[in-house]
Each structure stands twice: as structure tokens, then as C-alpha cells.
């Protein structure tokens, strides 16, 4: 924690030669290390530590923002990723060695704010010290002479007056021949320090222990999909640690149409996303249906949960029908984009019902521009969509129970059966279209969803999913109320002046009276001679003179 | 024309003319030091001819970087006029000099086509102009500009200009050539009143970092001048960088860029704590050590350390400028590389 700016650590003098110290027992030991440990020097030393292991975090993917990127770094340098790994490379943020540190600056900030708000506290109740006697000596002074005829007492009672106006503490030291007042601001520079640097005590608990009340899960709904908020119903789930299942209300959220926006008109951005609706009915429980719109940047505020919308895509629909014509699957599969076209990649995965288990791995190309393969998309929206499937039948290894990743196909075990090096074409279909699946397995088709479907204009031939969070934070309030007492404790500490001001009138032998004005800083005080003219200027406007009154000129 | 032509033609003259600034504000260095050599060969003349005239004319040089060696004592019953402290260094020596007039005015011509060029961009886009890096750093370069346009107006830091200015020329001109883009619409991640906040604040902390930069350069240069001279006789030049006599003290010097970078520091702050808002809003999360978060948080750090460092018996003095340096590279780092090269949320570079 930084010193009040007046304050300059020094190092503990260094024993002489030849003197004999006593021997530190454990508590001499203790408070030695905590000496240590709440020294400034430490703590500027932590702090610079601290910036330097946060780097690492920012080199290497990490498991808490960019899981898919940390699996990819296993592919890429399997002879490094298990090393780095070992050394929580991939974690740094939640690393024992990165924890430490903080903990340990933490600790000495508290160890430096607990005596120093007790030393401010007595400052508090302290009166402004006694008058120095040559005010001359201190760094911003002015000396006026007064010839209006007032005492020394009274003018040094305007100018305590004057002072108080201007919010200092004052206290009058008079003497014979003279009086002073002494005078002191600022109080708040110290203030807004421990202010400061409590606050930031107080984010750092609120998150770590409040951290543990919250959830966040994640749902994928496909347009006309409806998700209840009960833990079967989120895709992942990541409960904090004193999570309770009984307090997720159980309401109901169906996304009934996600909205999309493309740029039509400025060609240098010219299918480029600039609007996501989803427009979702939302039923509390007990409650009536309503209609709300979540939108990236406006999130759905809910039965104590936030809702986002965070990424979207296409669900194209497709059923896989026996060779008698009976239908053994028919469901409308998230595909994944894989830019910024809409190229998506999607796994269908059919396990019961035909000869074998059967597993496709498609493309989705909202706006197909190639003649012939290989396909790309040209445009994000719905202008020629084509779906392509390489069929795959063997074992889909999900019979043993071990929990499969839906976006994945395990090929070990199974067969190509088009695309690739079959010789056998890929599956390639518009919607409404139907195929044969390869060796008499069946047929499979593309559904067309619109309204009313056409061959002439595919707008609403396929489904939309948007992925939605869903989160709960009890504190994240209270971590803003933290920041925002850090942010106004900066600010008072960077910006109020404390310093110390005395007036002081001395009567003359020849019963003149003369004023001097001096202040002191207290840390860092760039206006300190400004302000004691301008006390001098408001107190006493005349300056003195530079030659003794009524000389007679010729 | 349409107005994205104007807005680049701007940018290009200002751009031009701030070369020319920069050139003007060199001069003026350059002057200084001739200055300096030559009141020091008069000087050394003046030591065999016993020539007082001659000791006067190193005398006002030198007094310039006295005065401000020490803290400002002044002598029992001269009354003084109430004046800023900041009117004290060296102004004599600049107030005459026609190249660093010459530099401000470019510098304000420069300014005002830089402004245009930035408003014309954003009436164009329809939107604030910070939404990519070429709008970034178009803003945060006309920021800088602007910060020091202020600064120069209340305390005479035109001796900045080379360094400031020159840093604005590399930078406009650099991501003027390599980071433009045409004019495009606002993903819908970026459509929130917060990137008007976060980014305009977070630009302007960089522009008070950027002043404070320059001022830690200049301390530690002037620093090493004084250590190496033992600060007695300021009047003896030392090879190279003999402007640097011309210059506030490094005692000043670093006050003055300790002012300017709490204000940084303070906007850093904001930005992180508004940007944390914002990443609620768009993300679910206030937090989640994205690789931007990481770099605004570490910079965070280094500054704090720096204010810290002020209060640190051994790390006053030119380790405080080396970690306000060292802040500022971070600044560039966040800027530059972790927008461009590294993997995160914040790709909004439009690269």
C-alpha cells in the first residue's frame, strides 16, 4: 500500500560492527518476517512480480477462457504442453504460485492498512501542531506588513476565520508580542488511501468466497426448442462452490425466432452480421408466458439469472428413414461456423434403427458458390443452401455408457462410406431434397422448415440454434460497489493536497504589525505556493511596500 | 469527394505537417545545444580573459537549471510576487526561439487537420471513430496531441515536442500505412454505449502515459547528466545532449511526469473498471483473464508500482522513470501486438 507521500521508508539501520545482537526468538522471528513483509519496498516488489506472472497467462492458452485453444496446444507441442502444464502454465490465474503471490501482497497491504488507519485515526483527532518558530525557513512563504491598524489577535482572528471558511483545522497559538494561527487540510489524501486500498481487500474477498455462490451454465436452443432451468436441462454446468441445485428457479424459456441482420448496402462490409435478435418466450414458474428479446450487449435479466446470447448458427434439419421407409431419426443439429460465411460443421450421429450405427459428418453452406467441389460459402444468409454429408457405419462407441461429445465423430471404429477415398460421392442435398444412403441402409433427406417451402427462395429453409449463458453472480454488485469506492479512494488520494498553513502577526517595537504566511507540504502538493499567496493575497492584499510610507518626494 | 477522402487526405497532411513539427522542434534542440557550447567556449575564453560579460551569459543559462536544482528557497524579507512554479525553468532561453514557435504552430495546424480527419471519419461510419486500430490509433494519436497541446498551455513543456510529436508522426504514420480499413458497420459486439467510454477513456489514459513517457525519457537522460557531473556545475557540458542544460532538472522533471501519469492511472483505471462493466454485458462475465484483460490488468500494475516506487527509499529517481517507461512499452505492447497477434475476445482490430 503506498505511504502517505510524505512518508519515505528507510531501511532499518544497519548494526555497527562488533555489536553483538540479541538473539530473535520465534516471535522476534515472526515480527521480523511481517516487518519484511509490510515494507513498502516488499510490496512494490510484489507488485512488479505480480505484473511479470501475469504475462505467462496471456502466451499460453488458458483452460479458463480458451479451453479448445489449450487442447490444441497438447496437439501442437505434445513434448511441451505436459511440462508447462506441470507448472500450471495452462491455469496460471487459479496457479498456486500466482495465488501466492497476490496472497502475500494482500496480506502485507493489510498489514500496512490496519496500523495506518489507527495512526490516521489519532492524526484525525489531533490538533494542527504549534506555530515553528522561523515560518521563513519553510518552503512557500510570504511576509506582508499591515498598516490598517488592527491588532495582531485580530488580524490573526480574520485569518482563522478565513482558513476555517476554506476547510482547514485551525488552532490559535498566541504569545506575547504575537499571535499565529496554525492550520492544517487534507485529512481526506490519507482517507481516500485507506479507502482505496480497502476496497480492493473487499473485491478480492467478494470474488473469491462470492465466487462459490453463483453458477453459469450453457444451453444450445434451436429455434422452437424450449429449455427448463434445472440442472438436467443446461449442456455444461459450473456450479460455484456452495452452489445449491434447490435454488435454480425452475422457469421455462423457448427461443422462438432468432433474428439475424446482414449488411446489404456498404459493399467493404457486405454480408457482415449487424444485428442478433433472439426472441424468446419466458415463463416463470406458476407465471404467464411473456415475450423479451435478448441480444449480444443486452442480456435477459431473469429470475435472478442473466441470460446472454453468445454465439449462433445454423440447425439444419434431417431425417434418416429405413429402407422401409420408417423413420429412425429426425432431429435439427447445431452446426458449428467455421467462418465468417457460415461454413458449419455439424455430426449426426444415428444409432438405433438401420443395419448398422450410422455417423455423418456434414458441411452446411448457407450460400454454396462453388460449381464444383470443393464447396464454399459466399454469403451468410439463406441464398443456395447445400448440405453435405460423408457417411460413416461401424461402431459409434457410444454403447459402453462413456459420455461422447456431440460435436465429434469417433472414426476408429467405423467405415467410410462416401467422400474422401471411397470413390463414392459425398451425400450433397438442398433442402427438401431426399438421397439414398449408401448400401441400401435407407434414405436420408434435408428438411425444408419454411412456411411455405420453395425451391425459388430458400429464406426460412433452415433452422437457426443460438447458444445462450446463463449465469448467477450474487456479488458481481458488491464487486461493483468495491470498485467504484476504489476508483473515488484513488482519486482523493492522488488528488487532495494535504499541507499545513500558519499565519503569523508579530507586533513591532514601533507598534507595526507584520504578517508572514508560510505552508508546508504534506506528500505531494504541486499548488503549495500558490495556495499560501492566495491566502496571503485574500488575508492582507497589500504586499509590503518596498519603501517606508510618507517619504515626502520632491 | 466523399467524406472518407477527405478524412484520409486530412490525415495525410496532418501527418506531413507533423513531420514538419517534429523537424521544427528538433531545430530547436539542436539550437539549445549550439547555445550551450557556445556560452561555454565564451565562458572558457572569459576564464583567461577575466571577461566578467562573458560569465553573465553562461550565468543565465545555468541559472535556468539551478534554480530548479534546488527546492525554491527564497531569502528573509524579499517579498516575491505570487507566480506559478511551473513558470520557472529555462523560458528565457525558449521564449526567443522562433523554431519552437514554429514547431507549436505546426503542431496546432497538424492538430486541428488530425481533428478533422477523425471527425469526418466517425460523420462517415456513423458511429464514435474508435471501433478498429486504424480508428484507434487515429483517436488516441489526436489525443495525444491534444493532452499536449493543454499541458504546453499551463506549463512550458515544448521541449517535449520532439519526443511527443515524433512519437505521434511514427505512430499515425505507421498505422496509417499498415492497420487502415475502410469504413464498415459495427459488429453487434461492439454496439453498446460502452465502447464510446471504454475506449475514448482508455485512449486517453494512453495520451497522459504517452506525456509521461516522453518526461520519464527526458529525466532519465537529464538524471544521468546530473549523476555524472554531481550536479554541481551545470554549466559544464558533457559531450552530447548539451540541450539538456536548457532543461528542467530531473527532479522537476520527474514531478512533472509524475503529475501527468496519476491522471493516466486514474483513466487506466476507469477503463479497466468500465470495461469490466461492458464485458458483463457482452460476455456473462466481468472478469475472465482474456488476454486484453490480462495486459490492462498487468499495465495496471506497473503503474501502481510506479506510484509506489515514489514512495520507496532507492526507486525515486530514475528506477521510477525506468517503470514509467517500462508502463508505457506495455501500453504500445496491449496496443499493438495483443490486438494484432494474440488469440481473445477482443479482436476488434479489423485486420
Same mark, same amino acid.
Given at each position: 500500500?503506498?505511504?502517505?507521500?510524505?512518508?519515505?521508508?528507510?531501511?532499518?539501520?544497519?548494526?555497527?560492527?562488533?555489536?553483538?545482537?540479541?538473539?530473535?526468538?520465534?516471535?522476534?522471528?515472526?515480527?521480523?518476517?511481517?516487518?519484511?513483509?509490510?515494507?513498502?519496498?516488499?510490496?512494490?516488489?510484489?507488485?512488479?512480480?505480480?505484473?511479470?506472472?501475469?504475462?505467462?497467462?496471456?502466451?499460453?492458452?488458458?483452460?479458463?477462457?480458451?479451453?479448445?485453444?489449450?487442447?490444441?496446444?497438447?496437439?501442437?507441442?505434445?513434448?511441451?504442453?505436459?511440462?508447462?502444464?506441470?507448472?500450471?502454465?495452462?491455469?496460471?490465474?487459479?496457479?498456486?504460485?500466482?495465488?501466492?503471490?497476490?496472497?502475500?501482497?494482500?496480506?502485507?497491504?493489510?498489514?500496512?492498512?490496519?496500523?495506518?488507519?489507527?495512526?490516521?485515526?489519532?492524526?484525525?483527532?489531533?490538533?494542527?501542531?504549534?506555530?515553528?518558530?522561523?515560518?521563513?525557513?519553510?518552503?512557500?512563504?510570504?511576509?506582508?506588513?499591515?498598516?490598517?491598524?488592527?491588532?495582531?489577535?485580530?488580524?490573526?482572528?480574520?485569518?482563522?476565520?478565513?482558513?476555517?471558511?476554506?476547510?482547514?483545522?485551525?488552532?490559535?497559538?498566541?504569545?506575547?508580542?504575537s499571535a499565529s494561527v496554525s492550520a492544517e487540510r487534507g485529512f481526506l489524501r490519507e482517507t481516500g488511501n485507506l479507502v482505496f486500498h480497502s476496497a480492493l481487500v473487499g473485491i478480492l474477498v467478494t470474488v473469491g468466497f462470492g465466487g462459490g455462490f453463483g453458477f453459469s451454465?450453457?444451453?444450445?436452443?434451436?429455434?422452437?426448442?424450449?429449455?427448463?432451468?434445472?440442472?438436467?436441462?443446461?449442456?455444461?454446468?459450473?456450479?460455484?462452490?456452495?452452489?445449491?441445485?434447490?435454488?435454480?428457479?425452475?422457469?421455462?424459456?423457448?427461443?422462438?425466432?432468432?433474428?439475424?441482420?446482414?449488411?446489404?448496402?456498404?459493399?467493404?462490409?457486405?454480408?457482415?452480421?449487424?444485428? $442478433?435478435?433472439?426472441?424468446?418466450?419466458?415463463?416463470?414458474?406458476?407465471?404467464?408466458?411473456?415475450?423479451?428479446?435478448? /441480444?449480444?450487449?443486452?442480456?435477459?435479466?431473469?429470475?435472478?439469472?442473466?441470460? $446472454? #446470447?453468445?454465439?449462433?448458427? $445454423?440447425?439444419?434439419?434431417?431425417?434418416?428413414?429405413?429402407?422401409?421407409?420408417?423413420?429412425?431419426?429426425?432431429?435439427?443439429?447445431?452446426?458449428?461456423?467455421?467462418?465468417?460465411?457460415?461454413?458449419?460443421?455439424?455430426?449426426?450421429?444415428?444409432?438405433?434403427?438401420?443395419?448398422?450405427?450410422?455417423?455423418?459428418?456434414?458441411?452446411?453452406?448457407?450460400?454454396?458458390?462453388?460449381?464444383?467441389?470443393?464447396?464454399?460459402?459466399?454469403?451468410?444468409?439463406?441464398?443456395?443452401?447445400? #448440405?453435405?454429408?460423408?457417411?460413416?457405419?461401424?461402431?459409434?462407441?457410444?454403447?459402453?455408457?462413456?459420455? /461422447?461429445?456431440?460435436?465429434?465423430?469417433?472414426?476408429?471404429?467405423?467405415?467410410?462410406?462416401?467422400?474422401?477415398?471411397?470413390?463414392?460421392?459425398?451425400?450433397?442435398?438442398?433442402?427438401?431434397?431426399?438421397?439414398?444412403?449408401?448400401?441400401?441402409?435407407?434414405?436420408?433427406?434435408?428438411?425444408?422448415?419454411?412456411?411455405?417451402?420453395?425451391?425459388?427462395?430458400?429464406?426460412?429453409?433452415?433452422?437457426?440454434?443460438?447458444?445462450?449463458?446463463?449465469?448467477?453472480?450474487?456479488?458481481?454488485?458488491?464487486?461493483?460497489?468495491?470498485a467504484i469506492l476504489a476508483l473515488s479512494g484513488l482519486i482523493t488520494s492522488l488528488f487532495v493536497a494535504r499541507r499545513r498553513v500558519w499565519v503569523k502577526a508579530v507586533t513591532g517595537s514601533d507598534g507595526t504589525v507584520s504578517l508572514e504566511y508560510a505552508g508546508l507540504a504534506r506528500g505531494e502538493d504541486p499548488g503549495l505556493e500558490a495556495a499560501v499567496a492566495a491566502i496571503a493575497e485574500a488575508h492582507s492584499p497589500t504586499p509590503v511596500p518596498s519603501e517606508p510610507e510618507g517619504r515626502i518626494t520632491p | 469527394m466523399t467524406l472518407v477522402e477527405i478524412s484520409n487526405l486530412c490525415l495525410w497532411s496532418a501527418v506531413a505537417v507533423y513531420a514538419l513539427a517534429f523537424i521544427a522542434f528538433t531545430f530547436d534542440l539542436a539550437r539549445r545545444s549550439a547555445e550551450v557550447t557556445a556560452a561555454i567556449d565564451a565562458a572558457e575564453r572569459a576564464e583567461l580573459e577575466r571577461s566578467a560579460a562573458a560569465e553573465e551569459r553562461v550565468g543565465a543559462l545555468a541559472s535556468a537549471a539551478a534554480r530548479t536544482a534546488a527546492p525554491i528557497v527564497t531569502s528573509d524579507g524579499v517579498p516575491r510576487k505570487t507566480r506559478r512554479p511551473s513558470d520557472e525553468p529555462e523560458q528565457q532561453a525558449s521564449r526567443k526561439s522562433p523554431s519552437l514557435r514554429v514547431g507549436v504552430s505546426l503542431t496546432v495546424i497538424a492538430f486541428l487537420l488530425h481533428l478533422v480527419a477523425d471527425v469526418t471519419r466517425g460523420i462517415a461510419a456513423g458511429r464514435v471513430p474508435w471501433a478498429n486500430m486504424y480508428e484507434f490509433a487515429m483517436t488516441g494519436t489526436l489525443l495525444i496531441v491534444a493532452v499536449f497541446l493543454v499541458v504546453i498551455a499551463r506549463v512550458d513543456l515544448r521541449f517535449l515536442g520532439s519526443f511527443v510529436i515524433g512519437l505521434v508522426t511514427v505512430l499515425l504514420g505507421l498505422a496509417t500505412a499498415n492497420f487502415y480499413v475502410e469504413v464498415v458497420p459495427l459488429p453487434p459486439a461492439l454496439q453498446s454505449a460502452w465502447l464510446v467510454i471504454h475506449v475514448f477513456v482508455a485512449s486517453l489514459g494512453t495520451a497522459f502515459f504517452a506525456i509521461g513517457f516522453a518526461l520519464s525519457v527526458v529525466q532519465l537522460l537529464q538524471g544521468r547528466r546530473e549523476r555524472r557531473l554531481g550536479l554541481v556545475q551545470p554549466t559544464q557540458s558533457s559531450g552530447r545532449l548539451r540541450f539538456l542544460l536548457t532543461l528542467p532538472n530531473a527532479e522537476r522533471l520527474e514531478?512533472?511526469?509524475?503529475?501527468?501519469?496519476?491522471?493516466?492511472?486514474?483513466?487506466?483505471?476507469?477503463?479497466?473498471?468500465?470495461?469490466?462493466?461492458?464485458?458483463?454485458?457482452?460476455?456473462?462475465?466481468?472478469?475472465?483473464?482474456?488476454?486484453?484483460?490480462?495486459?490492462?490488468?498487468?499495465?495496471?500494475?506497473?503503474?501502481?508500482?510506479?506510484?509506489?516506487a515514489r514512495a520507496t527509499r532507492g526507486w525515486r529517481g530514475s528506477r521510477a522513470a525506468t517503470l514509467a517507461i517500462i508502463g508505457f512499452s506495455a501500453v504500445m505492447f496491449n496496443f499493438v501486438v495483443v490486438n494484432v497477434f494474440f488469440k481473445g475476445l477482443h479482436a476488434y482490430s479489423g485486420l
Open positions: 500500500m503506498s505511504r502517505p507521500s510524505d512518508h519515505i521508508d528507510s531501511a532499518a539501520p544497519a548494526p555497527a560492527d562488533g555489536i553483538n545482537q540479541p538473539k530473535l526468538g520465534f516471535v522476534g522471528w515472526l515480527r521480523f518476517f511481517w516487518r519484511q513483509l509490510t515494507s513498502m519496498r516488499t510490496a512494490l516488489f510484489l507488485l512488479l512480480l505480480l505484473a511479470i506472472a501475469a504475462v505467462p497467462g496471456s502466451l499460453v492458452p488458458q483452460r479458463s477462457s480458451d479451453p479448445n485453444g489449450v487442447t490444441q496446444y497438447f496437439t501442437d507441442n505434445p513434448d511441451l504442453a505436459p511440462i508447462l502444464d506441470k507448472v500450471q502454465a495452462f491455469d496460471v490465474y487459479s496457479s498456486a504460485w500466482f495465488s501466492a503471490i497476490y496472497l502475500l501482497l494482500f496480506i502485507s497491504l493489510i498489514g500496512c492498512v490496519i496500523p495506518r488507519t489507527k495512526h490516521h485515526w489519532l492524526a484525525l483527532r489531533s490538533r494542527p501542531p504549534r506555530t515553528p518558530a522561523r515560518l521563513s525557513r519553510l518552503s512557500a512563504f510570504e511576509r506582508r506588513s499591515d498598516d490598517s491598524g488592527a491588532t495582531a489577535t485580530e488580524l490573526i482572528d480574520d485569518a482563522t476565520k478565513q482558513l476555517k471558511r476554506q476547510g482547514y483545522r485551525v488552532e490559535r497559538y498566541d504569545a506575547e508580542g451454465g450453457q444451453r444450445v436452443l434451436v429455434e422452437g426448442q424450449t429449455f427448463v432451468n434445472t440442472l438436467l436441462d443446461y449442456d455444461s454446468f459450473n456450479p460455484g462452490r456452495f452452489f445449491n441445485e434447490s435454488e435454480l428457479a425452475p422457469y421455462k424459456l423457448t427461443l422462438d425466432e432468432f433474428g439475424v441482420t446482414y449488411e446489404t448496402e456498404n459493399l467493404d462490409a457486405y454480408g457482415q452480421a449487424i444485428d $442478433y435478435r433472439a426472441k424468446v418466450t419466458t415463463t416463470s414458474p406458476g407465471g404467464k408466458p411473456q415475450d423479451a428479446t435478448i /441480444k449480444v450487449n443486452d442480456p435477459l435479466r431473469f429470475e435472478g439469472t442473466d441470460v $446472454y #446470447l453468445l454465439g449462433n448458427g $445454423y440447425a439444419p434439419t434431417i431425417t434418416v428413414r429405413d429402407p422401409e421407409g420408417k423413420v429412425v431419426f429426425s432431429d435439427s443439429i447445431p452446426f458449428l461456423p467455421q467462418d465468417a460465411q457460415l461454413t458449419s460443421l455439424g455430426i449426426v450421429k444415428v444409432p438405433d434403427g438401420l443395419a448398422e450405427q450410422l455417423g455423418m459428418i456434414g458441411f452446411f453452406y448457407p450460400t454454396q458458390a462453388a460449381s464444383k467441389p470443393p464447396f464454399f460459402s459466399s454469403y451468410p444468409d439463406l441464398a443456395y443452401p447445400v #448440405l453435405t454429408l460423408n457417411v460413416y457405419s461401424g461402431d459409434l462407441g457410444i454403447n459402453a455408457g462413456a459420455p /461422447k461429445s456431440v460435436y465429434a465423430l469417433d472414426v476408429d471404429d467405423m467405415k467410410q462410406l462416401t467422400g474422401g477415398d471411397t470413390g463414392v460421392e459425398s451425400i450433397e442435398l438442398t433442402p427438401g431434397q431426399i438421397t439414398d444412403l449408401p448400401n441400401g441402409l435407407g434414405t436420408v433427406s434435408f428438411d425444408n422448415v419454411a412456411a411455405n417451402p420453395s425451391t425459388e427462395n430458400y429464406a426460412g429453409s433452415v433452422k437457426r440454434f443460438a447458444s445462450f449463458d446463463v449465469h448467477h453472480d450474487p456479488t458481481q454488485l458488491w464487486v461493483l460497489a468495491f | 514531478n512533472l511526469a509524475y503529475r501527468v501519469n496519476i491522471i493516466g492511472f486514474i483513466f487506466w483505471t476507469f477503463t479497466l473498471m468500465a470495461g469490466a462493466i461492458w464485458a458483463e454485458r457482452a460476455w456473462g462475465r466481468y472478469w475472465g483473464w482474456d488476454t486484453k484483460e490480462v495486459w490492462t490488468f498487468i499495465i495496471w500494475v506497473i503503474f501502481a508500482g510506479y506510484i509506489h
